[in-house]
C-alpha cells in the first residue's frame, strides 16, 4: 500500500513527429498532400492535418519578427515542440511530452501532475531533431534528391522507411551535452604504432582502386579518417551507437564469432565483415551493402559501405561502384591478415594507456571535453553501453547544469569560465577558451572556489596532455567570468 502513495517520476518521451512542406498543399481542402511523413501513424487524419497547420501557421507568424530566423521551439505546460528546416519549405517537427511528477491524493481523488517544463533544454532536442535528417541524409540523400528520382510518392515511401526503425532508437530521456557537440572521440596512439596505420591505409588503397575513403577505429574509438569532418561525425554516430553494439552483443554472448580462424599463409586471419556477406564460403551470400551518401564537389556522391573487423579492432571501407564475389574475397585477403597484426599493437597501446592512467576508481572529479576544431570528445561522465544509449554516472540535476552553462557559452564568443555551486554541494566548473570547452563535476563538499579553480587548471592539464596523433596538446586559457 505504501509503495502505491509513492510519487512516480516520468522522463521526457516522443509523442509526435513529422515531417510536411506547406508548398504541396495551398488550397483548401488539400492540406493532407503537406504532410510527407507522421508518427504515429495511427492519428486521425484531421487531428495531423490540424497539427501541421499549427506548426506552419506559428512558424510564419514569428517570420514577421525576424524573417530570416523562424521559430525553433514553442514552450507549453505539457510538451515542447521543436522546429527544424533542413531544406527549403521541408519542415521537420518534434513534439516531446515534458518530464512530470505524478503525485498521490488521499481519499481515492486523482493524482496531482506536476510538469517540469523547465527541466529540458532546447539545445540538447534541437540538436536530435538536427541527427535525424542528418542519419536520414547518410543513407538517403536529401529530400529534394528523392523528389527529382520520384516525385512525391518516393520520397514518401523513403522517409517511411527509414523513420519507422529510427524512431525507436531515439531515447530521449538520455539526451544530453554529448547530443549537442556531436563528437568523436579519438584513440591516443604512440607516433610508430600510427605510421603503421597509415601506412596500412595507404597500401590497401593503391592496391584496391575502388575504395575511396577508409576510416580506422578500436572499438568505439577513432584512428584514422579520410572523410570530411561533418561526413565522419554522423557516421562515427551511426558506427558507434547501432551498427557496434548490435554486432557486440551477439559476441558477448558467445554467437557469431568465428571460432576457427581462416589461415592465410602462416598467418591466424580473424577477419570478417560487419556489412555484406557474413560468410565468403557461402555459395548463397548475399554481396550487397548499405548505400551511403557523403560530400563531393559537385553536392554528393553515392557510395558502399565495407564495414571490416578483426578482433576489437575495425576498419570500415568505402567503395563506389556494384561490388562482386571476386573483390571481397581479394578485400578479405589483402585486409584481415594485415589487421590482425596491426589489432595485436593496438592492443598493446590499449594496455599501456590503461596502465599510465592507473587503476579504475571513483575520482573527485568527472568532465567532459569537447574541441570545436576536430570535433574531438572526452568524457568520463559517460558510459556507452548498449545502442542508442549514453548511460551517465552524475545525477541528472547536474547534468542539466552543465547544459545550462553550454547555452550560456554559446551566447558568447568571447572565452569564459563559469563556476556554479550545486544544492547537493558539488562544484560545475565550465570553461571555454579558443573553441573548447571543459565541463568539470568536483566532488569536493568542503573546497571554496580557489580550491576549485586550482583543481580545474589541474585537471585541464591533465586531459590535454595525452599524447595523440591528431595533436590536442594546447592548454585552455584562464577564463574571463566567474558566475556564482
Partial sequence: ?????????????????????????????EEEKKILFYHPSDVEKNEKIRNVGLCEAIVQFTRT????????????????QFFFEPEENFWMVMVVRNPMIEKPNKDG???????????????????????????????????????????????????????????????????????????ISF????????LKIQSFVNRVEESLSLIKYTAFLYNDQLIWSGLEQDDMRILYKYLTTSLFPRHSEPELAGRDSPMRPEVAGNLLHYGRFLTGPTNLKDPEAKFRFPKIFVSAEDGYEELHLIVYKVHSLVCFLIASVELTREFCEQLDS???????????????????????????????????????????????????????VCLTSVHPDLMKI???????????????????????DYWVVGKKSDQRELYVILNQKNANLIEVNGTTNFLQLKVLETPQHHSDHESLKSGKLIKM
Fill in 187 to 194: 584513440f591516443p596512439l604512440d607516433k610508430m604504432t600510427y
Fill in 65 to 80: 519578427f525576424c524573417p530570416t530566423k523562424p521559430a525553433k521551439s514553442l514552450h507549453t505546460q505539457k510538451n515542447r
Fill in 334 to 388: 589483402l585486409v584481415g591478415p594485415q589487421l590482425t597484426l596491426l589489432a595485436s599493437d593496438i592492443c598493446e597501446q590499449f594496455t599501456i594507456n590503461r596502465r599510465i592512467s592507473g587503476p579504475e576508481k571513483e575520482p573527485q572529479f568527472k568532465f567532459i571535453y569537447f574541441n570545436h576544431m576536430n570535433l574531438a570528445e572526452k568524457s568520463t561522465i559517460h558510459m556507452r553501453k548498449t545502442a542508442s
Fill in 1 to 29: 500500500m505504501a509503495s502505491g502513495m509513492q510519487e512516480k517520476q516520468y522522463t521526457p518521451s516522443l509523442l509526435s513527429f513529422f515531417i510536411y512542406n506547406p508548398t504541396f498543399g495551398p488550397r483548401e481542402g
Fill in 109 to 183: 481523488k486523482p493524482p496531482t501532475v506536476e510538469y517540469q517544463e523547465e527541466e529540458m533544454l532546447d539545445t540538447v532536442y534541437g540538436a536530435v531533431v538536427r541527427q535525424c535528417y542528418s542519419m536520414y541524409k547518410l543513407f538517403n540523400g536529401t529530400f529534394s534528391r528523392a523528389m527529382q528520382a520520384g516525385g512525391v510518392e518516393l520520397l514518401m515511401q523513403k522517409l517511411e522507411k527509414f523513420f519507422y526503425r529510427y524512431l525507436q532508437t531515439l531515447h530521449l530521456q538520455s539526451c544530453d551535452l554529448l547530443d549537442v557537440f556531436g563528437g
Fill in 402 to 424: 552543465l547544459g545550462d552553462i553550454n547555452c550560456d557559452f554559446a551566447r558568447v564568443d568571447e572565452d569564459e569560465e563559469i563556476i556554479v555551486k550545486a544544492m547537493t
